[in-house]
């Protein structure tokens, strides 16, 4: 497929979601970009996005507002609110935010709603280059259920693909490098929209700039998974994932099931990082402004996994509000190797919440995640012969950034609840441990 070429390796970067819901302003955006730039551009972190209702003049959190007025050019496509982009002004769009993050050397991405404005429908406009209207296209009889926006475009109506191929010639012409696509992936009332999908990839392709796209919400029905490969470079397999060590739980049978789809540019979403500061302006998760719940051991253990796994990364705080330790998950080179150019991942097993997976690497590497994922203190351990390795291996400690000798037979720490490892095992001369 020629759009894997756009994200071979799992994208990186921040969304606006997890911080400030549906409100982010145009000085928030340029603020985590800057500290992106400066800090975490360096380490292969690269796209800013933008997340849901940038089009909202009135959004203040993550409750949306129904049936409230959004920002609409004349050909039925929402457009910045000005109040909170104020570059977008005149007409511009997004594109002056644009060029200001590709100029600090990063990538700028969008979230929108899958169909069309349902003020559109009812106003009748205009579809461009057409010569049909809005309600000429649009199946009203297909609402996402947990926001009042949009309704679903009807794929066998004239002028369908021709909004839809609109939409993407206004976002290229923004400078847009990545789409998040939500209400499609896994709509609560309608499954999944195999139709519109396939609208977009096409427009996509139409539009003449390269778009990574994200398909939300999940979980991501796996029975589809076939047509999430042929069109997607991301799709979520989860519900939105907060800090909450029961979703973290969950999350290692749902990489299990979704392993084997993992390859260069297509990569299964297992959603952002709620790490740092979250909730400024998002009431999701069952919380409001905070640290992060998770622990620090239950941080580590997310990212372990995620980055075995091979999962998108995309942090959800307010950058600037980064701690030295959260920095350090985000920074450390050795991890990020791993997720950066780790394949085949796999879990060896799980037995009584003791998880083990590796991967390998072209240089002869094999990685080792160990978690143990209980409530009490055990030992977590795997045999060499099990990860399928004949001889002796040289191991380290990547998060410590530690040598720890040779093994001959078994890998085997003590780790308390909800604590992980990630070693790193090569080939070695020499008697084992």
């Not at 302003?25 to 933008?50: C, I, Q, R, S």
């Not at 923004?174 to 009332?189: C, N, P, R």
């Not at 909730?279 to 069952?286: A, L």
């Not at 001889?391 to 078994?410: F, T």
Request: aromatic letters at 12%; charged letters at 25%; a negative charge.
């Amino acid at each position: 497929m020629h759009h894997y070429q756009w994200a071979k390796t799992p994208p990186m970067g921040w969304n606006s979601w997890d911080c400030y819901g549906a409100s982010v302003t145009e000085d928030e955006v340029k603020g985590n970009a800057e500290y992106m730039a400066k800090y975490l551009k360096p380490f292969g972190w690269e796209y800013v996005v933008v997340d849901i209702q940038w089009y909202e003049p009135g959004a203040n959190s993550s409750i949306y507002r129904p049936f409230v007025p959004l920002e609409m050019d004349e050909y039925s496509r929402l457009m910045p609110a000005v109040n909170r982009f104020p570059s977008a002004k005149g007409g511009k769009g997004f594109k002056p935010l644009a060029d200001y993050i590709h100029n600090l050397g990063l990538k700028f991405g969008i979230h929108i709603m899958r169909g069309i404005p349902r003020q559109a429908v009812h106003q009748n406009t205009p579809i461009l280059g057409t010569n049909v209207g809005a309600r000429d296209i649009a199946d009203t009889n297909s609402i996402c259920p947990w926001n009042t926006d949009m309704y679903g475009v009807d794929h066998r109506k004239e002028g369908a693909q021709a909004y839809y191929d609109s939409l993407f010639q206004l976002y290229a012409q923004w400078g847009v490098d990545f789409v998040k696509v939500d209400d499609i992936a896994a709509s609560k009332l309608y499954g999944t929209h195999t139709e519109e999908i396939k609208m977009i990839r096409k427009a996509i392709d139409r539009c003449g700039r390269p778009m990574v796209l994200s398909l939300s919400p999940g979980p991501a029905p796996l029975d589809h998974a076939t047509l999430f490969v042929e069109n997607a470079n991301m799709w979520r397999m989860t519900d939105d994932f907060w800090d909450r060590w029961e979703l973290l739980y969950d999350m290692f049978e749902r990489c299990y099931k979704w392993c084997k789809l993992v390859g260069p540019g297509h990569w299964p979403d297992a959603d952002m990082l709620p790490l740092g500061h979250i909730g400024i302006r998002s009431v999701d998760g069952g919380g409001t402004d905070r640290m992060t719940r998770f622990t620090k051991d239950e941080q580590r253990t997310m990212m372990t996994l995620w980055i075995i796994f091979r999962s998108p990364l995309m942090f959800g705080g307010e950058l600037r509000d980064n701690d030295e330790w959260t920095l350090s998950l985000l920074t450390n080179e050795e991890v990020l190797h791993v997720h950066q150019n780790g394949y085949g991942a796999r879990q060896v097993y799980r037995e009584n919440d003791h998880v083990v997976w590796t991967s390998q690497d072209a240089e002869g590497n094999q990685f080792v995640a160990m978690f143990n994922i209980s409530e009490k203190r055990s030992v977590v351990s795997v045999s060499l012969k099990d990860l399928g390795c004949m001889e002796p291996m040289k191991a380290r400690d990547l998060w410590a950034k530690e040598d720890l000798g040779l093994v001959k037979h078994q890998l085997a720490f003590e780790l308390g609840p909800h604590q992980s490892i990630l070693v790193k095992l090569s080939p070695a001369v020499g008697k084992g441990l």
